[in-house]
């Protein structure tokens, strides 16, 4: 990065490394199913959002978590307490790294 300016190179730079990354994510975890992930477009972090059957979105959220150390983590109930909104963040070889669920009241069994 010359003259304060963020070029695309730059851009186009962080998001071989964050896909990158994802690449070595998957490839240390082949067992726990996949989720929906994105290389986001401006700075190259890793969006993860588990898209599973409700009966295991929790499980599933917490499974992810574990095994990529994510620390950083929030439970927002929802606007009249229908739902959960699960969020966990953390940095892995310098990406950004987030994984987020949605758990709907009586979908988790608890």
């Given amino acids: 990065m010359t003259g304060g ?3 695309q190179a730059d851009r186009s730079g962080w998001q071989q490394r964050a896909a990158a990354e ?12 996949v989720i929906a992930w994105t290389v986001t477009a401006s700075g190259g972090a ?31 109930p929802a606007a009249g307490g229908t739902a959960v909104y ?6 892995l070889s310098g990406v950004s790294v987030s994984v987020t669920a949605t758990v709907f009241d009586g979908e988790d069994g608890r």
Avoid: K, M
Avoid at 58 to 66: D, K, S, T
Avoid at 86 to 91: C, D, E, F, I, Q
């Fill in 5 to 7: 300016w963020i070029t």
């Fill in 22 to 33: 994802l690449a070595a994510i998957l490839a240390a975890h082949p067992v726990i199913p």
């Fill in 46 to 76: 890793l969006s993860g959002q588990v898209l599973a059957p409700a009966a295991v979105r929790r499980g599933l959220f917490g499974q992810w978590r574990q095994a990529l150390g994510l620390g950083e983590v929030t439970e927002t």
């Fill in 86 to 91: 699960l969020h966990a963040r953390g940095v």
